[in-house]
């Protein structure tokens, strides 16, 4: 105790003080304490003292300053329990049991086990995510509707689910058939030919760009494009991770709707009043802010969950389109339906709003497959359909858009319900700036 502890410093034990004691130290007795213990241990020393009271007093020096000493078992804190060992976390590798006799098995769990960096995550997907101990899952993995994640599910499609998986996976899933195989197949194919024929109307066109009109057709051909891969992007990446990936990822694919519908009626509203700007802009400004509201609809989770709210909304957006045609068609009637280019705008824009009109009804009706459930899981259902309306429609509008954009400088001197020439007249024109006018009421026939 401290009391036998101060008595062999040499200070006498006061009366009174309880006998504490101290942990067992390893560290050895100084030289001084060591000759007082065997001082205090001899026979002839007075027996009482032994069970006498210790004194807390610390040992004083030589001028009666208390003298510090490195044993730290006469600190005050010895009063408190000593504080348990702290126990070592185990790193994830120490903590897997190995039982394959080679190690490969060993290795794999161990790998599996241990917390992904972020080279370890890049290297997986660029492989795959698998190595020959952990193939990849396949078709041989799909799942019905019951065991599907609830909100990859869709009604009458019964079977060719994919079960959660991590994105490497995911992409890896293009080497076999499943039910969103169509759907991203549809539009990244959609996506290329797309472009192609985008890239080739570029390259033959034989008139000059105006700047108003490359903006024009380069904003319809990247909010298409946008369109295309975010729709496959999310179709393809579905089963990847729980509701709320899913969930972000649908918004995504709405949005890129949004865009090809908004940049699909601004290339139709510039060649069917490119000779009014005033009706033009009144147009664009309506059709902009019902894509907005789209937009409040794609980003607000409660409104997007709905699925009548958004059906409602892109209804009511594609519908919007018709005023801007039936405008056209009475304001031209008599004079440039008859003729070729304005036959070919009006028929552009109305194909265009009929896809689109087609693909709502095929995605709301869920035609086929309500028909005969289980027999279009992973071809011609409904969605797929939709996916096809939607890329037509873009191609309806630049195939007519390759024969009208081009013939804004024959019209652009003329201010009332001018409707474009053909291909043919404007080719056999002379249009320079003094001639201009005169070129335009040729093209009127006036």
Excluded at 99 to 105: F, K, V
Excluded at 307 to 328: D, E, K, M, Q, T
Aim: glycine share 8%; aromatic share 8%; proline share 6%.
């Amino acid at each position: 105790g401290l009391g036998a502890h101060a008595r062999h410093m040499g200070a006498p034990a006061g009366p009174g003080r309880p006998r504490l004691r101290r942990p067992h130290s390893k560290r050895t007795p100084a030289a001084g304490a060591s000759t007082a213990l065997t001082a205090s241990s001899a026979p002839d020393g007075p027996p009482h003292e032994s069970s006498q009271g210790s004194s807390a007093h610390p040992r004083t020096g030589s001028e009666g300053a208390p003298e510090r000493e490195d044993d730290a078992s006469c600190t005050p804190h010895l009063l408190r329990p000593p504080r348990p060992p702290r126990r070592r976390r185990l790193a994830s590798a120490e903590s897997v049991t190995m039982e394959a006799p080679d190690g490969a098995a060993g290795a794999s769990s161990l790998l599996q086990s241990a917390k992904p960096s972020a080279r370890w995550c890049l290297c997986c997907f660029a492989l795959g995510g698998w190595s020959a101990e952990a193939p990849p899952p396949g078709r041989d993995d799909l799942v019905s509707i019951d065991a599907a994640q609830p909100h990859t599910r869709r009604a009458y499609i019964l079977g060719g689910y994919r079960r959660r998986l991590n994105w490497a996976q995911a992409w890896h899933s293009l080497s076999y058939v499943h039910n969103e195989t169509g759907n991203v197949l549809t539009h990244a194919v959609g996506l290329v030919a797309f472009l192609l024929m985008a890239l080739h109307f570029t390259w033959t066109r034989p008139a000059a760009w105006e700047v108003a009109e490359a903006v024009v057709f380069a904003t319809f051909v990247v909010g298409c494009s946008l369109c295309f891969i975010l729709s496959s992007a999310y179709h393809l990446f579905s089963c990847v991770g729980f509701e709320a990936t899913h969930d972000k990822m649908l918004a995504c694919d709405l949005g890129g709707i949004v865009a090809s519908i908004l940049t699909s009626f601004y290339i139709a509203l510039w060649t069917a009043f490119h000779c009014d700007t005033q009706l033009r802009i009144t147009y664009c400004a309506m059709i902009t802010a019902m894509c907005a509201w789209l937009c409040v609809v794609v980003g607000t989770r409660k409104l997007r969950a709905d699925l009548r709210i958004v059906l409602a909304s892109f209804i009511v957006a594609v519908g919007s389109a018709l005023f801007p045609l039936v405008h056209y068609a009475v304001r031209n009637w008599g004079r440039g339906l008859e003729d070729e280019t304005g036959a070919q705008i009006l028929s552009g824009a109305v194909a265009n709003v009929a896809c689109y009109a087609i693909g709502i009804v095929f995605y709301a009706s869920k035609v086929p497959e309500r028909w005969c459930p289980g027999a279009f899981d992973n071809w011609l259902h409904s969605h797929q359909l939709w996916h096809i309306c939607c890329f037509l429609g873009p191609v309806c509008l630049l195939y007519t858009s390759e024969r009208t954009v081009g013939n804004s400088v024959c019209c652009s001197a003329h201010e009332d319900g001018f409707t474009f020439p053909t291909a043919a007249q404007c080719a056999t024109l002379d249009v320079t700036e003094d001639a201009m006018v005169c070129s335009a009421l040729t093209c009127m026939g006036s």
